[in-house]
């Protein structure tokens, strides 16, 4: 019963004319920003957090999350049309919605696409009303060792399941650790690895290393090629867009197992959407009585995995909102852009700002609306917006990153460290070192140093605290168990690909 | 891709042992029996040399690499340098000739190499980019860019 007033506290706040016009603009954007391949929803959401900087951190939270779940479903507009994915979370999406775009079908996709993402988003942001608040009370009795290890095991699990390699997601995370530590030392008032460059000493600021990580490095990455791929522009229109009744409702198990499994991985510190939408695509293939027909424009292969990571980028806030621990790559450059407006998400953001933390989830109950209503009414603009030439595109998001970055603190340093992780990131890409532990690291290093050091402290310089006191030992093992799990799997792996060979 | 992935943990290996290093040398491990601004540091340190040393066993280990994995064209290279340099180019002008004129002429220049042989589409894209970026930035979110010597 008080979730709900909460959450209604929150509505009036969501709803507030500015508010509905954010979310809205948000949703838009992040559809636009996902329909252009290869810019995901963490380029999107970095790209813009400058524009944010001066607005009311509701609004801007607000704003974000809409860009957030916007470029989730935006992801499967260039699925579909180019079958080339926006985000890779629509990768599963185009195996059935391009077919059916090829058949001429493109408006029942993405009508498919946009009610699913809608069921699975709504789904998901259910249960993050009810379960955040109870995992953050439960957090509030946390200590310093409890904290510490809660970030310990919020930077392995991310290691270990960003990307191919948990050894290369561990080398991004010490790279990450490493640049956290520039700056003054607040205990001695040290500064360290300075150099003497005095605007260091307020140590590497998260926003410069983001856009450069997520916006140069996407456009570097985009400058291979000009070409987008062969777009199938035939039928989509208003006219072309809903597939009949009783086939879409059809969908309903699909679904529901989609959102399901989505959320429950979305929860799941590093597994992300797209590890979601690939689960949700198997287990409804393997449900289908038809499974033939995927692959070659089946529904079902759209409504599944649209449900699974739009229920997956939900549940990726419960652990942000309610431990301060980011699940992905977008929702760590979320917590970046938290603490830049002075908040901190944790349990004790829903103690002491209940406010911001209700209106944050009852905004995403609207934009959820907005974004079923927005897709269907705007799908010819989104169209449009993949005809935009890569030669307009490209330089544009580097003035917009650049200037963004600039913006921030008026200071030209930040824009030469934009552009050195812009490199960075490239390179990262290439060698398929997953940048998003890197980006965990650095926003939670001095977090992680202050909390070791108080640890260290009342035990009088025992490490035996983190393993003494029952829940930092429960974390620390699960902090071990998500590290070395996925690495006996790589291990297995590749030698059963020995093997067979 | 080997001798990449080589040099990178090299990199990272000596990045690692630097961290130890100062550590031990340059600040503190423990002050007044706490941990100092030396302590995290040496730990960082360890744990980056361990996965530089992994990262390179693994890749001394490994047999296949992905083909083609950098792009082999001299244009892509070409596109690839210009954009960054371009992006350098225009952050140093900034100061000099002010955001709107830098800004314009970064998008002019680089949509012309990139492609676009039409000047009225370059001036448009060019002029429309800075108005778009003055009016976001300094009329609507009231942040100050640099206006250079021409004053705008």
């Known amino acids: 019963m008080e979730t709900l007033q909460l959450l209604l506290q929150g509505l009036s706040t969501a709803l507030t004319p500015i508010n509905v016009l954010m979310a809205t603009i948000g949703v838009i954007l992040g559809a636009i920003i996902g329909a252009l391949p290869g810019i995901g929803s963490a380029t999107g959401v970095a790209v813009l957090l400058p524009i944010t900087y001066g607005m009311n951190p509701i609004t801007a939270v607000i704003l974000l999350a809409g860009v957030y779940y916007g470029a989730m479903y935006g992801g499967s507009i260039s ?285 995403m109950y609207v934009g959820n609306i907005l974004l079923a209503i927005m897709i269907i009414v705007f799908i010819p603009l989104f169209v449009r917006v993949l005809l935009t030439p890569k030669n307009i595109l490209m330089p544009l998001i580097i003035v917009i990153t650049l200037v963004g970055t600039f913006s921030i603190r008026n200071n030209l340093i930040d824009v030469w460290i934009a552009l050195i992780f812009g490199v960075i990131g490239y390179l990262f890409k290439k060698l398929k070192i997953p940048a998003a532990p890197l980006v965990l690291a650095l926003v939670l290093g001095p977090l992680a140093e202050k909390t070791m050091r108080l640890s260290l402290m009342l035990s009088q310089g025992s490490f035996s605290i983190f393993f003494t006191r029952p829940i930092a030992l429960v974390l620390m093992i699960a902090a071990f168990a998500a590290l070395v799990i996925p690495i006996i799997i790589q291990l297995r792996a590749s030698r059963s690909v020995k093997n067979g060979s | 891709m080997k001798k990449a992935e080589i040099i990178t943990a090299l990199i990272f290996l000596a990045l690692g042992v630097y961290f130890i290093t100062t550590s031990y040398t340059t600040y503190q491990y423990l002050l007044d029996n706490k941990p100092g601004p030396g302590f995290l540091p040496r730990y960082i340190g360890w744990g980056m040399v361990t996965s530089a040393a992994l990262y390179l066993m693994s890749t001394l280990r490994q047999t296949s690499f992905p083909k083609n994995w950098f792009p082999t064209d001299r244009a892509a290279h070409l596109r690839i340098l210009t954009i960054i340099s371009g992006g350098l180019a225009m952050t140093l002008l900034l100061d000099i000739l002010g955001t709107f004129l830098s800004v314009a002429l970064f998008m002019g220049i680089l949509t012309w190499y990139l492609g676009n042989r039409s000047i009225l589409a370059i001036i448009g894209v060019a002029i429309g980019t800075s108005l778009v970026v003055q009016f976001i930035f300094i009329k609507w979110l009231m942040i100050p860019l640099p206006s250079g010597i021409l004053g705008f």
């Open chain 1, 79 to 363: 699925a579909i049309l180019i079958n080339a994915p926006g985000d890779p979370a629509a990768v599963m999406t185009s195996l059935d919605g391009h077919p059916l775009a090829q058949q001429g079908r493109a408006g029942h996709a993405f009508t498919v696409a946009s009610g699913s993402s809608f069921i699975g988003g709504t789904f998901g942001i259910i249960m993050l009303t009810f379960l955040a608040p109870s995992l953050a009370r439960w957090a509030l009795n946390f200590g310093p060792p409890e904290y510490f290890a809660l970030m310990v095991m919020g930077l392995t699990t991310l290691t270990g399941l960003a990307g191919d390699s948990p050894i290369k997601g561990l080398i991004s995370t010490f790279f990450g650790l490493m640049l956290a530590m520039v700056g003054l030392d607040i205990v001695s008032g040290v500064g360290r690895y300075t150099y003497g460059v005095l605007e260091l000493l307020d140590g590497i600021d998260f926003l410069p290393v983001v856009m450069g990580l997520f916006g140069v490095a996407e456009v570097l990455a985009g400058m291979e090629s000009m070409a987008y791929g062969e777009m199938i522009t035939s039928k989509v229109g208003l006219r072309n867009m809903f597939p009949k009744a009783r086939e879409f409702f059809s969908l309903w198990k699909a679904w529901i197992r989609g959102a399901i499994i989505g959320f429950a991985i979305g929860v799941l510190p590093g597994a992300g959407a797209t590890m979601a939408s690939f689960m949700a695509y198997a287990t409804e293939k393997n449900f289908s009585r038809t499974p033939q027909r995927f692959g070659k424009g089946h529904l079902p292969g759209v409504a599944a995995p649209e449900a699974a990571n739009n229920a997956a980028s939900a549940g990726a806030m419960v652990p942000l909102l309610a431990l301060g621990i980011p699940g992905s790559a977008t929702t760590a450059v979320l917590l970046g852009a938290f603490m830049m407006y002075g908040l901190r998400p944790g349990p004790l953001l829903f103690a002491q700002r209940p406010d911001f933390a209700w209106a944050a989830i009852a905004s």
